[in-house]
């Protein structure tokens, strides 16, 4: 799935993309339009978002910026209708907001859960509950939940993190179950480290930055961290034809973490 390479596969596809402004979701983004997709950017208000929607449509992109709060029930519910008014449908779905929340289970704050819990969980269930009407009517389609290695494995700090990312691989195998019959595929990437966001995150806070990206680095059987264009490709792929017989299906994009573990 070499970025490179590929040209068309979303061709006709209208997507919507949730966390669009962030280090992964903008680089789904790029790689949708890219391939012949439209696209709904959701994301917070912000100069993030607004720079990433004056980008695509420079590059000639059929693209539409949506701001909306991820965890508020009317703003996704707007953020969909909007987008699907505008484009005249949508056929895909990829939920790629989250944010990171860390602390032992004997001190992380209440609020800090339910932040984290708010974004990473709820909003992936928003996202889908007002999507779905929406790819039935376009008579099926693709979704793309963003889950992560941690739904399989503990670290010190990060339980919290770690339970909201295996209850979006729960969700995303329940839906499947459900919309399968509606010709509605359902299926969720789960990264290793990768080099945006959340690891840039940890590495401004962290006492020796070097230490940790060469943590990163030699957590992965390859030896290194992913680009975030290498998690955009397996996004288009799941939402492809070419993974027209795959749902309810976990991929690691994780450059053999797993196995390291």
Request: charged share 15%; net charge negative; glycine share 12%.
């Amino acid at each position: 799935m070499n970025g490179q390479n590929m040209s068309g596969q979303l061709e006709g596809q209208v997507a919507l993309i949730a966390g669009a402004a962030g280090g992964i979701g903008s680089s789904i983004a790029r790689a949708f339009v890219r391939e012949g997709a439209a696209v709904a950017l959701l994301d917070r208000p912000g100069d993030a978002l607004d720079a990433l929607e004056a980008e695509l449509a420079a590059a000639g992109a059929r693209v539409l910026a949506v701001a909306a709060d991820i965890t508020s029930a009317s703003e996704v519910s707007s953020a969909v209708t909007r987008a699907a008014t505008h484009f005249g449908r949508l056929t895909s779905l990829v939920n790629a907001a989250g944010i990171l929340r860390q602390g032992r289970v004997d001190a992380m704050l209440e609020r800090d859960w339910d932040d984290l819990m708010a974004v990473n969980v709820k909003g992936v269930f928003l996202a889908c509950k007002y999507a779905v009407p929406v790819l039935k009517a376009a008579g099926g389609g693709s979704i793309v939940n963003l889950s992560s290695v941690s739904a399989f494995v503990g670290s010190d700090g990060s339980f919290a993190y770690t339970a909201s990312k295996g209850a979006v691989l729960s969700l995303t195998y329940g839906i499947a179950q459900e919309l399968g019959p509606h010709g509605i595929r359902v299926n969720a990437i789960c990264p290793g480290w990768v080099d945006a966001g959340f690891t840039h995150q940890a590495m401004r806070s962290a006492a020796d930055p070097s230490l940790l990206e060469q943590q990163a680095r030699d957590a992965h059987v390859l030896g290194r961290m992913a680009a975030p264009s290498e998690i955009a490709d397996a996004a288009v792929f799941l939402t492809s034809s070419r993974a027209s017989f795959i749902t309810g299906t976990a991929l690691n994009v994780d450059g053999g973490f797993m196995i390291k573990r």
